[in-house]
């Protein structure tokens, strides 16, 4: 026993100064970390917590960059982007300008997105937007994707927008489903078929084209072209007679009417002094539109009106910013950026 704890004696008196050593060693590795954790937050200003939520923010999306508009115009640079980055300091990436700007992702895959903008009654910028993610789209007063219930002139099932393969990539369409009253897109010049109808304001208007015996046969025209390019949709005409044709017309609430087109150039508008044929419509431009016969045929033309004109049509491919008319609604179709694939 004796032995044993002289043993223990002798080992404590040779461990006691380890153990005093390594206890000053270990205290001053804490007080070396504290310094050095209030160096750190003195020389950034932020705590670690601060930081990670600084870098945290970097990773949220600048809201200004989801309203801005897509601009593929050359010479136009792109906006800084700008963020937090780690230490709480607002970076801005240098931009130099350049002759070409980078457009901003779209799908290659998949069909890509369109807008169609519902128009409020007497505006062309307040509207109601649709975002049509391919598919096809039915609009009508009762049935279909997009209805209009209080829409009299609209057939229950009008009209329907549908993306197709095309050459590669998708082509968006628009395809009348026969309605009784027919779809109007907005052209700026146009030649007309036999018993083509036209929208002048509030005015319905259909050209007649007699047979050589004289008599007017509604039933004969050729078929109406179906693309509508930027108000270019073009009727052709494969046999011009220069026989007198006439214009039949009436608006909502009156009579119907004709006017004979017996000179070569005709204005229409609602200035009697200047116009040819004046129609009584608050919506009609003093001179709206003229008609005037060329080697082609009659062709019709908008002046510069505020309300246009309005050509019925069937088929029509949607490459590009196109308005239309189903009944009495008025419609804004924005296509997507035309790509390649």
């Known amino acids: 026993m004796a032995k044993w704890w002289q043993t223990f004696s002798i080992l404590s008196i040779k461990l006691l100064p380890m153990f005093e050593k390594l206890k000053r060693l270990l205290g001053a590795a804490d007080e070396h970390a504290g310094e050095a954790a209030s160096a750190h937050q003195t020389m950034t200003g932020e705590t670690l917590d601060q930081e990670i939520d600084a870098i945290r923010q970097t990773m949220v999306v600048d809201p200004s960059r989801l309203r801005e508009e897509v601009d593929d115009t050359p010479g136009n640079s792109p906006r800084p982007a700008t963020g937090r980055a780690a230490g709480g300091k607002v970076g801005v990436a240098s931009g130099k300008k350049s002759s070409k700007r980078t457009p901003l992702y779209r799908p290659i895959l998949r069909p890509p997105m369109a807008f169609l903008s519902v128009l409020d009654d007497g505006s062309i910028k307040e509207s109601e937007v649709h975002r049509l993610r391919g598919g096809a789209v039915v609009l ?59 929208l002048v304001g509030g005015h319905r208007f259909a050209f007649r084209m007699p047979s050589p015996d004289g008599k007017f046969d509604d039933t004969v025209g050729t078929q109406v072209s179906g693309d509508a390019n930027d108000a270019r949709a073009t009727q052709l005409v494969t046999e011009v007679k220069v026989a007198l044709p006439k214009l039949v017309y009436r608006d909502p609430k009156g009579p119907e009417q004709s006017y004979t087109l017996d000179s070569t150039h005709i204005v229409i508008g609602s200035d009697p002094s200047t116009s040819a044929l004046s129609i009584n419509d608050p919506y009609v431009c003093p001179n709206h539109l003229q008609l005037h016969h060329t080697s082609r045929g009659w062709l019709i033309e908008d002046l510069d009106s505020r309300n246009g004109i309005w050509l019925r049509l069937h088929d029509v491919k949607l490459d590009q910013i196109t308005e239309f008319q189903l009944g009495e609604q008025r419609f804004y179709f924005r296509p997507p950026a035309a790509r390649h694939a």
Request: net charge positive; charged share 25%; aromatic share 14%.
């Open 140 to 198: 009508g007063r009762e049935q279909g994707d997009i209805t209009f219930p209080h829409e009299v002139l609209m057939s229950s099932k009008h009209a329907q927008l549908e993306c197709r393969k095309h050459r590669g990539g998708y082509q968006w369409h628009f395809v009348d489903l026969d309605s009784r009253n027919g779809s109007f897109f907005r052209v700026q010049r146009a030649y007309l078929r036999n018993a083509q109808e036209f």
